[in-house]
């Protein structure tokens, strides 16, 4: 499962956009740091906490895979390689 995927719904996650002042003019900017779900079937965004930072995504990952490993067996699909 790749850090791009949300660990709820496994659907993309896109970067989330500020707007940014710069010259007299308004420029959206994306926030690199974080990661955003926008699926409306999210547990996540109907909770309102569809934004994570990339380290705390990755690592929550990490610990769900390691956790489905070691109590079933066998990783979930998105966690298992092809």
Same mark, same amino acid.
């Given at each position: 499962?790749? !850090?791009?995927?949300?660990?709820?719904?496994?659907?993309?996650?896109?970067?989330?956009? !500020?707007?940014?002042?710069?010259?007299?003019?308004?420029?959206?900017?994306?926030?690199?740091?974080?990661?955003?779900?926008?699926? #409306?079937?999210?547990?996540?965004?109907? !909770?309102?906490?569809?934004?994570?930072?990339?380290?705390?995504?990755?690592?929550?990952?990490?610990?769900?895979?390691?956790?489905?490993?070691?109590?079933?067996?066998?990783?979930?699909? #998105?966690?298992?390689? #092809?």
């Amino acid at each position: 499962m790749a !850090s791009q995927t949300c660990i709820y719904c496994y659907q993309k996650l896109c970067h989330p956009k !500020s707007m940014l002042t710069k010259k007299n003019k308004r420029v959206s900017q994306e926030i690199k740091d974080t990661l955003m779900c926008v699926s #409306p079937k999210c547990v996540a965004v109907k !909770s309102g906490k569809s934004a994570k930072s990339q380290g705390a995504l990755s690592s929550l990952a990490i610990g769900l895979s390691g956790l489905t490993q070691c109590l079933i067996g066998s990783p979930l699909p #998105p966690f298992a390689q #092809p």
